[in-house]
């Protein structure tokens, strides 16, 4: 018995790091390449090392391409107001459903989940006709505005609230706290594990979105990251030493989020409210 236990747990190992290495390998090559020049890049053969290494790339990249603080700073904007607003409002419609009582709450939490089941991809034309008719195409709002909410973390904050001890919030309510009082003095502080995984799922979704903005923004100073590292490639000639140092420098905020959230992580997967 434990014999077999241990060829199982060497299967499991062995394909674990054969998933890693499948999974970093590519990431490793992108990072050596940042500090390649192009002409070593396209020249054939996979070499972790540089031959002549250069900081060149990103120095170009910050320095010679003017636009490119401006996408920076255009993409985090986005990013960061989006997961704002939907950590508040998502958050909220969420305890309403699981802990309010109001007309039409059932048919709401229906709507939510049939709303789930549409695919992003039949609303993109619609979208852009409303924004069209708004005026906000090649604006923040454009982008910010229709993604502040959505029905996936909605259901998802709903589900943990309902777990959530009630009688935490019965004495809150015994203290002379209100709804809004006991729902951010008390609720939200003691979700900060859904909260977290909410966080790091949204800035990712919006921080690598390709599909919106090239929809909703046209100049290219209103471009966000994705778009502007498209920028890099021509139809005769792709600067793969410029994309590979401008994919490193888009790679780190989500590091950055994943590594101050993570601890939080795996408990708001799980859906438990009690602390």
Do not use: C, H
């Amino acid at each position: 018995m434990k014999k077999k236990m241990g060829i199982g747990k060497l299967l499991l190992y062995t394909i674990l790091v054969l998933y890693a290495l499948t999974t970093i390998i590519p990431f490793l090559w992108a990072l050596s390449s940042s500090f390649k020049s192009l002409q070593e890049i396209v020249s054939g053969g996979i070499n972790f090392i540089p031959k002549n290494f250069t900081l060149g790339n990103y120095k170009t990249i910050f320095i010679e391409e003017e636009l490119f603080p401006r996408w920076m700073f255009n993409s985090l904007f986005i990013a960061v107001s989006v997961t704002l607003l939907n950590l508040l409002f998502n958050s909220m419609a969420g305890y309403a459903l699981a802990r309010l009582n109001f007309p039409g709450k059932k048919a709401l939490f229906i709507g939510i989940l049939g709303v789930l089941m549409i695919p992003a991809q039949v609303t993109m034309i619609p979208n852009y006709l409303i924004l069209k008719e708004l005026g906000w195409l090649n604006s923040y709002q454009g982008m910010i505005v229709p993604a502040m909410i959505n029905a996936t973390y909605i259901f998802m904050m709903r589900q943990f609230f309902v777990n959530f001890p009630k009688e935490l919030e019965e004495a809150a309510e015994l203290d002379g706290l209100g709804k809004f009082g006991t729902f951010f003095r008390i609720v939200m502080p003691l979700a900060k594990p859904a909260l977290a995984a909410q966080a790091i799922f949204i800035f990712m979704g919006s921080w690598n979105d390709f599909m919106r903005p090239l929809i909703v923004m046209t100049d290219a100073e209103m471009f966000t990251l994705p778009l502007g590292l498209n920028t890099f490639k021509g139809q005769f000639v792709s600067y793969w030493n410029y994309i590979m140092a401008a994919s490193m420098v888009f790679t780190l905020p989500v590091l950055v989020i994943y590594a101050f959230f993570n601890r939080y992580f795996i408990k708001g997967v799980s859906f438990t409210g009690g602390k």
